[in-house]
């Protein structure tokens, strides 16, 4: 079955940029999504079709997909941008939808 | 605005059967395709199944096949997830997702997620 694989943890300083990746055989050959969960609170889409931003998600939300990796970039990063971040893609040989297994960002 | 609201949720006893309900507002639900997404305490995000807007293709995960049932109530602009044989591993809050991709042909991401329900099996 597909994988998708993603570091556990990114920590990054109040300012700067985050860099969370998502990794999986020929990724960029699929479209890859990405969700924000804060700690009890539902996911939210942040980025899909790798790049496109949904209304009301900042310009500093960002995403690109090449090769094996996907990644999502968080400029100029907030405070209230601490949270879980989960990537997505369907599989189609198998028509089903894979998650990765979550990159918890902490900005300190 | 678009709403999810599931309900249904619960404590059952290893066995038992839930039928969780997903209330869409704010949209016309035959449009979408429509998922149930799970997240264990403390665990990642895991579809469990999906439904077209027609309801005519169902899919679902090797681990609640042959026990859980999708369907669809469009004119009522509800989507149901019954699950029977339930087991400790399905212990989760599950949510309702509308799917934005899959019926323009681009493969699924989900827009909007209703809050969730627990659906906790213990003895």
């Known amino acids: 079955s597909y994988e998708l694989t993603q570091p556990p943890s990114v920590s990054v300083s109040p300012g700067q940029t985050a860099s969370i990746t998502c990794s999986g055989n020929?990724?960029?050959?699929?479209?890859a999504s990405w969700y924000q969960q804060k700690p009890g609170q539902s996911p939210v889409l942040v980025i899909y079709?790798?790049?496109k931003r949904p209304s009301g998600i900042p310009e500093r939300f960002s995403g690109s997909n090449s090769g094996n990796t996907a990644t999502l970039t968080i400029s100029g990063t907030q405070a209230m941008d601490e949270a879980e971040y989960y990537c997505?893609?369907?599989?189609?040989?198998?028509?089903?939808?894979?998650f990765g297994g979550g990159t918890k960002l902490t900005v300190l | 605005q678009v709403q999810l609201v599931e309900s249904g949720g619960g404590l059952v006893k290893p066995g038992g059967s839930l039928r969780l309900s997903c209330a869409a507002s704010?949209?016309?639900?035959?449009?979408?395709?429509m998922n149930w997404i799970r997240q264990a305490p403390g665990k990642g995000l895991e579809c469990v199944s999906y439904?077209?807007?027609?309801?005519?293709?169902?899919y679902y995960a090797d681990s609640v096949k042959g026990r859980f049932t999708i369907s669809r109530d469009n004119t009522k602009n509800s989507v149901f997830l019954q699950m029977n044989s339930l087991r400790a591993e399905d212990t989760a809050v599950y949510y309702c997702?509308?799917?934005?991709?899959?019926?323009?042909?681009?493969?699924?991401?989900?827009?909007?997620w209703g809050q969730g329900t627990l659906v906790t099996v213990s003895s």
């Open positions: 079709q790798d790049n």
């Open positions: 997702a509308r799917d934005r991709g899959s019926k323009l042909g681009m493969g699924p991401w989900f827009d909007s």
């Open positions: 997505q893609a369907w599989d189609s040989s198998t028509t089903w939808v894979v």
């Open positions: 704010g949209f016309t639900l035959n449009d979408y395709y």
């Open positions: 439904i077209s807007s027609s309801g005519s293709a169902r």
């Open positions: 020929k990724l960029g050959d699929k479209y």
